[in-house]
């Protein structure tokens, strides 16, 4: 099992079996921890050994 490197501070997911959390942005990222901020839910910290996030748009890359 790998993190996929996409997740990162700056993107966009959503957290397939709770819909009603609505759209996430990733805050922070430490090994298999992320930080996202939901727009229903607020700010939770999510362990990716448990929890499948789906990609909705990725991070821009810094200018």
Same mark, same amino acid.
Do not use: C, Y
């Given at each position: 099992?790998?993190?996929?490197?996409? *997740?990162?501070?700056?993107?966009?997911? @959503?957290?397939?079996?709770?819909? !009603?959390?609505?759209?996430?942005?990733?805050?922070?990222?430490?090994?298999?921890? *992320?930080?996202?901020?939901?727009?229903? @839910?607020?700010?939770?910290?999510? !362990?990716?050994?448990?929890?499948?996030?789906?990609?909705?748009?990725?991070?821009?890359?810094?200018?």
């Amino acid at each position: 099992m790998t993190r996929d490197p996409r *997740l990162v501070p700056g993107a966009f997911v @959503r957290h397939p079996a709770r819909p !009603d959390w609505g759209l996430g942005q990733i805050q922070s990222a430490a090994g298999w921890h *992320l930080t996202v901020n939901f727009e229903e @839910r607020g700010k939770l910290t999510l !362990d990716l050994r448990h929890v499948r996030l789906e990609l909705v748009t990725p991070a821009r890359p810094p200018r």
